[in-house]
């Protein structure tokens, strides 16, 4: 954990690059994501459909535990979203890591703990 990082200072408050660049491409690959699953939707689902359908319903699931059923249709999007974004983050870490010039350029945006709380 002795990595350094770039920071960039724009108007008065302090960006980290690594975190901003990781969260970045998280995002893009749950778009990517979700976009390729949710492209031929039918009454008689595909493979990919089924995946898509089953995460929803697993995100769902967690929810229904914890909310009333009203909330469940207002949070439902947003749980799905967030869900899928902490698996991308959390994998995209797993996976590789960028250096350049002994600094860290992408990594898992959620190492960082103030990265945690406001997901939280």
Do not use: C, H
């Amino acid at each position: 954990m002795d990595d350094k990082y770039k920071f960039i200072d724009f108007l008065g408050l302090r960006f980290n690059v690594a975190n901003d660049l990781s969260a970045l491409v998280a995002a893009i690959l749950v778009f990517i994501f979700v976009f390729s699953l949710s492209r031929k939707v039918t009454m008689r689902p595909g493979k990919a459909q089924n995946v898509l359908e089953w995460i929803i319903d697993f995100t769902n699931n967690i929810i229904k535990s914890l909310m009333p059923d009203a909330a469940v249709k207002q949070f439902g999007l947003y749980a799905f979203t967030l869900f899928t974004f902490v698996f991308f983050a959390n994998q995209l870490g797993l996976i590789f890591q960028v250096k350049v010039g002994g600094y860290s350029y992408i990594k898992s945006p959620t190492t960082n703990p103030m990265v945690t709380m406001a997901l939280a």
